[in-house]
């Protein structure tokens, strides 16, 4: 047969080989199931702050720690020298680099060893996706068989995504983003020239690389990609040579570890999702954790610290530290005492005051006795032991002074005082469910920090009680009141006023503190129009701690950290009608509290005093949205004449012996109306004018 012949059934041959292995690849390729990244969705749990920073990462179940990155997330550097290095025609091949498979084979034929793989970038995901479990032709093939599928089905970018989340960086590391903040403690946004080069040499051999075990061969490594790194244009020679001068990390870091308490609330409340946005901010968070935690070292030992920071026009959680020392078993530090019911001493007493300012009952220079009274089998006395006689709301307030506070209590009804503290959401508990007394008004219930702060931050907002929230969800609405904007802004000018702690500025910020029975807890609860800030001190297995003071021990803590979350000092806007006058300026039931006034029914068979009209809630139009609206009628039944009406706190008119007046409202909207007859009995309703 002649040669031609051979030649034609040899090129013969070599065709139907060649459409033998096509087919043969084609039925292969298509016996493949689709590609499961389920691997590469499994994630750390991660809880970031409002910018969305990491503010704590938890383990996944088998306690590897793999952070969710993307592209955008990651140095520029990096991703320069990870193609440089492994894979610098990525962009133009389809998933299997024919030329490197060639360069490979020809260097393991000529030296006998493997002096560069054939691998590309997409397969190493291939087999991050689905390891193998051998070293084998047929698991080499089913690899490159996966790259290519995984080029069909996805863009470059999400194939980088994917390496990045699953390369080994040796332990429990895995995913760049985690390999970052374990040897450096940053992000991998930003990283220099030399953390780069390592973070690309690791997952070469991760196990064999790891810095924290073998720091000279991580760094021959490192070297090795910066080497070829500059020699593919990447890097100049002097970014080279001085990231070579640079140690590698010789040991891991521990990962964020920010608002433990709120962070594992937040994944108790939602575990469906990996990843959860809270409204904090991570470096008031971090400011003061250290603040809580150098306080309780110098307060002493099994004491504790929680300080809670509000937005008060969000009501978004900015900082929640829930104890000085997360990992102290000694302070209990697990436990997140922004949450405990405690007793408040004084820190409650604004809030009489805000009602009785409200009711008409007082006003901020009413006359008050601070003087012994029983109240029956009830005798409260000042914390210093000693009675300062004739003293204005405003000073009692200030000072803190208990007898005033029970007078104004037993004047607006401690039933009546409890049921507004909880219309406007705080969670307040009497000791076994005994009936409200006046013991309440100087702590005798238990109430938490985020209730306190809440309520607070109602009196910053002119009355109205935010919805306070951690998440990111934006502002709530809220329908709950704590008082109106007159008495709320009363209040927040005398809190402003009250004497601040020793080598704190005077006259900045609206503050209370509290002391409860027995020196158990220490209190500081302050605002400005942006924020309120609260402060608990104290053990938590309630433990008494002798000495323990607010104004002491709270009151520094809260002023530190109004300094440290950079604070304005912002004053509250006084409204338009609220009443400044001096003692003897006011309206004669204004001037003094009655010795025999009542919250309620007045002596012998006196009839209660109450409006009749208009009744409480009510809709009234009068028109206000035409030129020439009408009056509001005002009509009382019951108590002793003269009569003097209020609304919104202001009076209307002077003292009247009739039962009937009216008012000229100056808008729409709602208002607070009062009477108070000559015993100091007196009444209030809420209507809307419309």
């Excluded at 996944?60 to 990155?69: A, E, H, I, Q």
């Excluded at 010789?250 to 962070?263: D, G, N, V």
């Amino acid at each position: 047969m002649k040669p031609r012949y051979w030649l034609a059934l040899f090129s013969l041959a070599i065709v139907a080989a060649g459409y033998s292995l096509s087919w043969a690849w084609d039925g292969y390729f298509a016996s493949l199931h689709p590609l499961d990244l389920a691997t590469s969705e499994r994630t750390s749990p991660e809880v970031l702050d409002r910018d969305g920073k990491l503010l704590r990462a938890f383990t996944m179940p088998d306690g590897r720690w793999r952070l969710p990155v993307s592209l955008p997330d990651i140095d520029p550097r990096f991703v320069a020298m990870l193609l440089a290095y492994e894979d610098h025609r990525f962009y133009e091949h389809h998933g299997v680099d024919l030329e490197a498979l060639a360069r490979a084979a020809a260097q393991f034929a000529t030296r006998g060893r493997i002096v560069s793989g054939g691998s590309t970038l997409t397969m190493q995901v291939a087999r991050l996706l689905e390891p193998r479990k051998e070293r084998s032709a047929a698991a080499k093939v089913k690899q490159m068989a996966r790259a290519l599928q995984l080029e069909q089905q996805y863009a470059k970018p999400i194939i980088l995504d994917l390496y990045f989340v699953l390369a080994p960086y040796g332990g429990n590391i895995e995913g760049v983003r985690a390999a970052s903040l374990a040897y450096f403690g940053k992000e991998p946004k930003r990283l220099s020239v030399a953390e780069a080069a390592l973070l690309v040499a690791l997952p070469q051999a991760p196990e064999a690389r790891r810095p924290d075990r073998f720091p000279a061969r991580a760094r021959t490594a490192r070297d090795r990609v910066l080497e070829r790194a500059y020699r593919r244009g990447v890097i100049t020679l002097a970014e080279r040579d001085e990231a070579m001068q640079q140690n590698v990390p010789h040991s891991r870091l521990a990962f964020p570890h920010l608002a433990p308490h709120a962070a594992e609330a937040a994944l108790r409340a939602d575990k469906e999702h990996g990843t959860h946005r809270l409204t904090l901010s991570a470096g008031w968070q971090a400011a003061l954790e250290r603040l809580a935690h150098e306080s309780a070292q110098r307060l002493g030992p099994r004491i504790s610290v929680a300080i809670l920071v509000v937005d008060n026009a969000t009501g978004e959680i900015r900082a929640h530290v829930g104890g000085a020392d997360y990992f102290s078993a000694s302070r209990a530090g697990a436990i997140d005492m922004t949450r405990a019911l405690r007793s408040p001493g004084s820190a409650l007493k604004p809030f009489i005051y805000a009602l009785a300012f409200e009711s008409g009952v007082a006003h901020p220079e009413t006359v008050l006795d601070d003087r012994p009274v029983h109240f029956g089998q009830y005798a409260p006395e000042d914390f210093d032991l000693g009675f300062e006689g004739t003293v204005t709301a405003r000073h009692a307030l200030q000072m803190s002074l208990n007898l005033p506070a029970v007078e104004l209590l037993n004047a607006v009804g401690p039933e009546r005082f409890l049921a507004r503290l909880r219309s406007a959401g705080a969670d307040v508990e009497l000791p076994e469910d005994q009936p409200p007394g006046l013991a309440i008004g100087l702590g005798g219930v238990g109430i938490k920090l985020t209730d306190l702060v809440k309520l607070y931050a109602g009196l910053a907002r002119g009355g109205s009680v935010p919805t306070l929230h951690e998440r990111v969800l934006g502002a709530l609405a809220s329908h709950a009141r704590i008082c109106e904007p007159v008495s709320a802004w009363y209040v927040a000018d005398i809190l402003r006023g009250a004497p601040p702690p020793d080598n704190a500025p005077y006259n900045r910020l609206a503050f209370k503190t509290g002391t409860s029975y027995g020196y158990r807890d220490a209190w500081a609860v302050g605002f400005d129009r942006r924020n309120t800030i609260g402060v608990w001190v104290g053990r938590p297995d309630n433990a008494a701690v002798p000495g323990l003071i607010g104004r002491v021990a709270a009151a520094p803590i809260l002023f530190d950290a109004f300094a440290r979350v950079g604070s304005s000092y912002e004053i509250i806007p006084k409204p338009a009608d609220a009443l400044v006058a001096r003692t003897a300026d006011l309206p004669p039931p204004l001037r003094q509290l009655s010795d025999d006034h009542a919250a309620e029914a007045g002596d012998g068979d006196t009839q209660a005093l109450k409006i009749v009209y208009p009744p409480n809630g009510a809709r009234v139009d009068l028109g206000l949205s035409a030129p020439d609206g009408s009056d509001l009628a005002l009509k009382a039944e019951g108590g002793v004449p003269p009569f003097r009406w209020m609304v919104n706190g202001a009076p209307v008119g002077t003292p009247d012996p009739r039962r009937d007046s009216e008012w000229t409202p100056d808008g729409a909207g709602f208002a607070r109306i009062s009477v108070m007859d000559a015993k100091g009995q007196s009444d209030s309703v809420q209507v809307r004018l419309q």
